[in-house]
């Protein structure tokens, strides 16, 4: 199974239920498919997301997806569902994830090397067209990434705790 046949499938469902999906990954756990799914609330600003994910919040949307994939995929055989919080070092890919959160540092993997490295660190400044733009100059085409995470340095990580 591929990630967006469960995107299509999950984005309305959370919708429904005030959340947002913000990643899943795919895997085989003991011959068993196991999706794992990571919400936001639907619409959150700022870096705390309205307090963040809770339990109640996970326990909510798993009870929701779980329904989902067992009226929708009644063949599936057997699957592993979890649902959590996309935590400290989320994954970012939405324009409005990379503005939601200018003047954060971000790590960005490359699919190509550029420049003889494929790891960039920077300030988000802000996502426009398709293009993260960083301070100091620096942007790159969302399309010619491999993945871009929130990056804390062990001071801010403390600071927040």
């Not at 239920?17 to 999706?35: C, F, G, H, V």
Request: proline share 2%; hydrophobic share 35%; charged share 30%.
């Amino acid at each position: 199974m591929e990630k967006k046949v469960f995107e299509t499938l999950f984005i309305p469902v959370l919708e429904q239920i005030s959340y947002e999906l913000t990643d899943i990954k795919l895997a085989n756990q003991n011959k068993k498919l196991l999706i794992q799914v990571f919400i936001d609330h639907a619409n959150a600003t700022g870096n705390d997301a309205n307090g963040g994910i809770t339990f109640d919040d996970c326990e909510k949307a798993s009870s929701a997806l779980g329904k989902c994939l067992d009226e929708e995929m009644p063949n599936l055989d057997g699957y592993l569902l979890e649902v959590s919080s996309p935590g400290m070092d989320r994954v970012l890919k939405k324009e409005k994830d990379f503005n939601r959160f200018a003047g954060s540092t971000v790590k960005i993997k490359l699919k190509k090397p550029l420049d003889g490295t494929k790891v960039f660190y920077g300030e988000i400044l802000n996502c426009e067209n398709g293009t993260l733009h960083l301070a100091g100059g620096l942007s790159f085409s969302l399309t010619d990434t491999e993945e871009i995470r929130l990056h804390y340095s062990d001071e801010e990580i403390f600071k927040k705790r």
